[in-house]
């Protein structure tokens, strides 16, 4: 049965020290505020999937709480590279933590596998690729009716999956809409799932019946934060703050800044800050 | 340069304009961000109007008025025809051989069209840890053809890459033939300085057209392999007034666009 629950109590809740953990995002809906709330609750050891680990990610490596992060893109999204998980992998700063880099489409299709209970994903990839020999998680099949060899890699089975949503309605049911990403196959991949959302609504009698809903009874906790994608976007709510992707290559790029921007931006702050923070991105209505 | 020597464009506007030429209105294009991203409008918004442009966050048909920062930005997804999930982009519509051009961009380039944008050095210890393949391995192996656009230099084209992020023509000849590859690879290289096809039977990338002004010397020099150039050398035409207009607003209205201010933030 989902519980509407503040974000301190959902993230204590469902993420534990050691868990395996996605919080997912394809650009759109970054759970950045639930990263944050992880980030103060101070975790430790945890395995971080994501496709395109951006900055939470590249803040949770910088501040040695990942041993392990499953990846496809490892950068700033249109800017370049991430600094803090950088120096982890070419320094190990603060400490090192174990790579597995998967593409886009192993990872995507590990998800899909995930939802779909299956052990493995088989597709069409790594044809010529270096990573099928850098990642023994990447395997070959061979089609039983065809005899094409295809790729094959583990479902993604994470323990809890941490995802942002446009809304709830009151029985916590959650609409994603928009560049919907990976967002369903890993709550459905999940062992539970945690969804930040910019609003409740009484009810979603109107909704097109096509669109992207997860019923409430596939969630575990549903915490309310506007603005809690931040600077990542929310489709129909705010903008995506490009400035601040730009501004965080200079912030990650110094191992004091990066501190001290945690510290003033994460540490002594809270979910509630969120709103204030995407006011100017916010499209005329 | 004197006045007298101002071609009137930049080397790396002639290179987006000349990449954006060869695509057509009956493409679907797999579009990587950057230099792919803004040949592919300038296309659009020129010579080929019906162009179907494909993001892999999942817009299909996107028409952006501004170039996006990251392959995600809400613009792709408003102006689409249709958004679907990144499974469905990769298997329905990748993987089931309906891109005709995949448009990739590289941090380190080989003769053969092989790209690496993984590693600098050592992959369990590297120099450099670039951001790594996205979905360039499976674009470069599913798309019917690939293209790829760079601005030359010797620390970027390589004799030998680091890492095999996204396969080309491999080791040349008929690798990809002999990997069950039945895709063509790349058959494009558009450069700052020239257009280069891969030739025949080697498939080593080989210059077919240097771009006004540019000597064989200047392409050599900044080239890390020894460049091979066709025997019937052609000059690239340059950008027209309309091109160039094109390009230069699009930049424009993006730069405005991109330049808001991060509040909240230290």
């Given at each position: 049965m989902v519980k509407f629950l503040s974000l301190k109590e959902a993230v204590a809740e469902n993420l534990?020290?050691?868990?395996?953990?996605?919080?997912?995002?394809?650009?759109?809906?970054?759970?950045?505020?639930?990263?944050?709330?992880?980030?103060?609750?101070?975790?430790?050891?945890?395995?971080?999937?994501?496709?395109?680990?951006?900055?939470?990610?590249?803040?949770?490596?910088?501040?040695?709480?990942?041993?392990?992060?499953?990846?496809?893109?490892?950068?700033?999204?249109?800017?370049?590279?991430?600094?803090?998980?950088?120096?982890?992998?070419?320094?190990g700063f603060p400490r090192l933590i174990d790579v597995e880099e998967h593409s886009h489409a192993g990872m995507a299709n590990a998800y899909e596998a995930g939802a779909a209970g299956l052990p493995c994903a088989v597709f069409r990839g790594?044809?010529?690729?270096?990573?099928?020999?850098?990642?023994?998680?990447?395997?070959?099949?061979?089609?039983?009716?065809?005899?094409?060899?295809?790729?094959?890699?583990?479902?993604?089975?994470?323990?809890?999956?941490?995802?942002?949503?446009?809304?709830?309605?009151?029985?916590?049911?959650?609409?994603?809409?928009?560049?919907?990403?990976i967002q369903k196959e890993a709550v459905l991949?999940?062992?539970?799932?945690?969804?930040?959302?910019?609003?409740?609504?009484?009810?979603?009698?109107?909704?097109?019946?096509?669109?992207?809903?997860?019923?409430?009874?596939?969630?575990?906790?549903?915490?309310?934060?506007?603005?809690?994608?931040?600077?990542?976007?929310?489709?129909?709510?705010?903008?995506?703050?490009?400035?601040?992707?730009?501004?965080?290559?200079?912030?990650?790029?110094?191992?004091?800044?990066?501190?001290?921007?945690i510290k003033k931006n994460v540490i002594e702050s809270s979910a509630d800050d969120f709103a204030g923070r995407v006011e100017h991105l916010r499209k005329a209505a | 340069m004197s006045d007298a020597d101002d071609p009137g464009f930049t080397p790396n506007e002639m290179m987006t304009i000349a990449a954006s030429r060869a695509l057509k209105s009956d493409d679907v294009c797999f579009v990587g961000i950057g230099a792919p991203s803004a040949a592919c409008n300038v296309a659009r918004l020129t010579h080929a109007p019906d162009i179907t442009l494909i993001y892999?966050?999942?817009?299909?048909?996107?028409?952006?008025?501004?170039?996006?920062?990251?392959?995600?930005?809400?613009?792709?997804?408003?102006?689409?025809?249709?958004?679907?999930?990144?499974?469905?982009?990769?298997?329905?519509?990748?993987?089931?051989?309906?891109?005709?051009?995949?448009?990739?961009?590289?941090?380190?380039?080989?003769?053969?069209?092989?790209?690496?944008?993984?590693?600098?050095?050592?992959?369990?210890?590297?120099?450099t840890r670039l951001p790594g393949g996205g979905g360039a391995p499976e674009i470069a192996t599913s798309s019917r053809q690939v293209y790829i656009t760079m601005a030359q230099s010797k620390r970027g084209m390589v004799e030998k890459i680091d890492f095999f992020t996204s396969f080309g023509h491999g080791e040349g000849s008929d690798h990809r033939e002999r990997l069950g590859i039945d895709t063509a690879g790349p058959t494009l290289l558009i450069t700052d300085l020239a257009i280069w096809k891969p030739d025949p039977v080697t498939k080593e990338f080989t210059v077919v057209s240097l771009h006004p002004g540019v000597t064989r010397e200047q392409v050599q020099e900044t080239c890390g392999w020894t460049v091979k150039f066709a025997e019937a050398l052609d000059e690239t035409p340059a950008p027209t007034e309309l091109e160039l207009k094109t390009l230069r607003d699009l930049q424009a209205r993006t730069k405005a666009a991109h330049a808001g201010i991060a509040k909240g933030k230290a």
């Open positions: 534990h020290d050691g868990d395996t953990v996605a919080f997912e995002g394809f650009t759109h809906l970054i759970p950045t505020a639930a990263a944050h709330e992880a980030i103060r609750q101070g975790f430790r050891d945890l395995t971080l999937i994501r496709m395109t680990p951006d900055l939470i990610y590249d803040q949770m490596i910088g501040l040695g709480m990942a041993k392990k992060i499953v990846f496809s893109y490892v950068g700033n999204p249109g800017v370049g590279l991430l600094r803090r998980a950088r120096d982890a992998i070419e320094n790594y044809r010529g690729a270096g990573l099928a020999a850098v990642n023994p998680n990447i395997k070959s099949v061979t089609c039983p009716f065809t005899g094409e060899v295809l790729a094959a890699v583990p479902a993604i089975r994470p323990d809890v999956t941490f995802i942002h949503a446009q809304k709830a309605d009151r029985k916590g049911n959650v609409l994603v809409e928009g560049i919907i990403g991949a999940a062992r539970r799932a945690v969804v930040t959302v910019e609003e409740v609504v009484d009810n979603f009698d109107d909704l097109h019946p096509n669109l992207t809903v997860l019923p409430s009874w596939t969630i575990a906790a549903i915490s309310v934060v506007p603005g809690g994608s931040h600077p990542s976007y929310t489709h129909g709510y705010y903008e995506r703050d490009n400035a601040a992707y730009l501004e965080w290559d200079e912030i990650a790029a110094d191992r004091d800044r990066f501190q001290a921007w | 892999e966050s999942g817009t299909i048909g996107t028409a952006p008025d501004v170039l996006p920062l990251s392959i995600g930005d809400g613009e792709l997804c408003e102006t689409a025809v249709t958004t679907v999930a990144v499974p469905e982009m990769f298997r329905y519509w990748l993987q089931g051989g309906r891109i005709s051009i995949g448009f990739l961009g590289a941090a380190q380039l080989d003769k053969f069209g092989n790209i690496n944008t993984t590693v600098i050095g050592d992959y369990a210890h590297p120099k």
